[in-house]
C-alpha cells in the first residue's frame, strides 16, 4: 500500500494497493470522519486495475457507532471492478436510516475469490486467485447529501380516476444551506410531463405537496 506518481487522474498521486497473493486493503482511521444524524452520504472517485484477472477492486463505505463498532447492515458496497488499465468511476450512496451512528467508515480494497459454501466438493475446491496485480484509487471524496423522501396520498402509490394524485415531497438537510429542490413528473413512456422547482432550506419550508390533475388517459399536470 503506497502513495504512486505514475498513475493519477488528478493531481499528482493515486493510492496504489499491490498483490504479492491473497489481500489487501487501506481503511481511513476510526473516528476521523463523524457522521451527522439521520443525513445521507455519497463516496465517489476513481478506481484502476492491472492484472486483475480473478481478484477484484472494491469500495466499500458504512457507519460505526459510538463503541468504534462497524454497523454491519450499513455497509454498502461499490461494483466489483476489473478496469484493464482504465479509469472507472465510483458512486456509492450511505443512506442515513441507522440508528447509533457516530462516525463514517472507509475501506478501499482488493477481494480475492473463495470458496463457495455450496459446492458439493467443500474443501477440495480448486479456487483461482491472483498473485500480481493491483489497483489504483484517486480523488475519493465523501459528500453530505440531503435526504429526499417522496410519496402520494395512496399507501400503494396507486391513485385511480377520478382522485386527483398528490405528491408530497421532503428534503431534510442539517447544513442550512438554501437549497433547490426540482420534482418531475414522466409519464409511461418516461416522456417529461412537467416540471417545479422549490427553494427549501435556510428557513423556507422543507416539505410542500403539489396535486396533480389528470388531464388525459396517460399522463397528468399539476393543478
Known amino acids: 500500500v503506497r502513495y504512486d506518481r505514475e498513475h493519477s487522474v488528478s493531481g499528482d498521486f493515486s493510492l496504489h494497493l499491490g498483490l504479492t497473493g491473497g489481500a489487501t486493503g487501506a481503511f481511513v482511521e476510526v473516528?476521523?470522519?463523524?457522521?451527522?444524524?439521520?443525513?445521507?452520504?455519497?463516496?465517489?472517485?476513481w478506481v484502476?486495475?492491472?492484472?486483475?484477472?480473478?481478484?477484484?477492486?472494491?469500495?466499500?463505505?458504512?457507519?460505526?457507532?459510538?463503541?468504534?463498532?462497524?454497523?454491519?447492515?450499513?455497509?454498502?458496497r461499490?461494483?466489483?471492478?476489473?478496469?484493464?488499465?482504465?479509469?472507472?468511476?465510483?458512486?456509492i450512496k450511505l443512506p442515513g436510516d441507522y440508528d447509533g451512528a457516530e462516525y463514517i467508515g472507509v475501506e478501499l480494497v482488493i477481494v480475492q475469490p473463495g470458496m463457495d459454501e455450496d459446492s458439493v466438493l467443500g474443501q477440495r475446491q480448486v479456487v483461482e486467485q491472483d498473485i500480481d496485480g493491483g489497483a489504483w484509487f484517486d480523488d475519493i471524496a465523501l459528500w453530505k447529501l440531503p435526504h429526499v423522501e417522496l410519496r402520494t396520498q395512496s399507501p400503494?402509490?396507486?391513485?385511480?380516476?377520478?382522485?386527483?394524485?398528490?405528491?408530497?415531497?421532503?428534503?431534510?438537510?442539517?447544513?442550512?444551506?438554501?437549497?433547490?429542490?426540482?420534482?418531475?413528473?414522466?409519464?409511461?413512456?418516461?416522456?417529461?410531463?412537467?416540471?417545479?422547482?422549490v427553494a427549501v432550506g435556510a428557513g423556507t419550508a422543507s416539505t410542500w405537496t403539489s396535486p396533480w390533475t389528470m388531464c388525459r388517459a396517460t399522463t397528468c399536470r399539476p393543478a
Open 31 to 45: 473516528a476521523a470522519i463523524p457522521a451527522i444524524a439521520a443525513s445521507d452520504y455519497l463516496l465517489t472517485g
Open 156 to 197: 400503494t402509490n396507486i391513485i385511480a380516476a377520478p382522485q386527483t394524485p398528490e405528491v408530497t415531497a421532503t428534503v431534510r438537510d442539517l447544513s442550512g444551506q438554501r437549497l433547490r429542490a426540482q420534482l418531475s413528473v414522466y409519464d409511461h413512456r418516461a416522456e417529461l410531463i412537467d416540471r417545479q422547482t
Open 78 to 91: 461499490s461494483a466489483p471492478f476489473q478496469t484493464r488499465g482504465e479509469w472507472s468511476q465510483i458512486a
Open 48 to 76: 484502476r486495475t492491472e492484472k486483475l484477472d480473478h481478484a477484484w477492486a472494491e469500495a466499500r463505505v458504512y457507519f460505526i457507532d459510538a463503541g468504534r463498532r462497524r454497523i454491519e447492515r450499513s455497509v454498502h
